[in-house]
Structure formats: structure tokens, C-alpha cells
Nanobody, 122 residues
Framework: QVQLVESGGGLVQPGGSLRLSCAASGAIFSIYAMRWYRQAPGKERELVATVASGGGTNYADSVKGRFTISRDSAKNTAYLQMDSLKPEDTAVYYC????????????????WGQGTQVTVSS
């Protein structure tokens, strides 16, 4: 059983910072891309940032220069450092990953975490 568990969300004032973590656990063989999505109330889920297995990164235009995605492959963990937060960053943030499990190394599956709430408000 593979799980992605997010942590680090909370309430922060505009201009503040938060660091989200996404820990993958279970019978994991290999992790490929890891991503952060977010979904604000009444809006569709949007892709925020991606980090490839080789470390290459991509960002949504709305977060470029403010958010930094990274990963620690030894810990099967991805991070999202969020700086200069704005009220419009308020959303539930979800971790997403493509990975293969030990019991099915030929099949790459996509997994989601349960989400963590980020609220930016004064």
C-alpha cells in the first residue's frame, strides 16, 4: 500500500512563508515526477509545481519567483517552500506522484495525498 502524506499547512499572514512536505511511504520501488496541486473553493484544481526525478522543475506563472519545489529522493519526500504568500494562494494543497511499487515494477501509477489547508489572511 502506497501513501502520500502532506504536512505543513496552516494560517499565515500575507507576505509570510510556509513549507509543505509530502512523504511517500509503502512498498515503493521508484518515484518519478512529484507535483503540488492546489484547489481553492469554487475553483478547479490547478498544477502549481513539478519536480522531475532528475531534479528539473516547472512552476505555474502565478507562483514563479515565490515558490520553490524540491525533493529528497533518499527520504521519498517532496517539499514546497512558499514565500511572499498572498491571499489568493489560499487553497487546499495536494501532493501527486508517479511511481512504481515493488510488487508491480513495470507499471507506473499516479497517487494523490489527502491535502493540507493553506490559508493566507490577516
Amino acid at each position: 500500500q502506497v501513501q502520500l502524506v502532506e504536512s505543513g499547512g496552516g494560517l499565515v499572514q500575507p507576505g509570510g512563508s510556509l513549507r509543505l512536505s509530502c512523504a511517500a511511504s509503502g512498498a515503493i520501488f521508484s518515484i518519478y515526477a512529484m507535483r503540488w496541486y492546489r484547489q481553492a473553493p469554487g475553483k478547479e484544481r490547478e498544477l502549481v509545481a513539478t519536480v522531475a526525478s532528475g531534479g528539473g522543475t516547472n512552476y505555474a506563472d502565478s507562483v514563479k519567483g515565490r515558490f520553490t519545489i524540491s525533493r529528497d529522493s533518499a527520504k521519498n519526500t517532496a517539499y514546497l517552500q512558499m514565500d511572499s504568500l498572498k491571499p489568493e494562494d489560499t487553497a487546499v494543497y495536494y501532493c501527486n506522484a508517479d511511481l512504481t511499487s515493488i510488487g508491480a515494477r513495470a507499471y507506473r501509477n499516479n497517487y494523490w495525498g489527502q491535502g493540507t489547508q493553506v490559508t493566507v489572511s490577516s
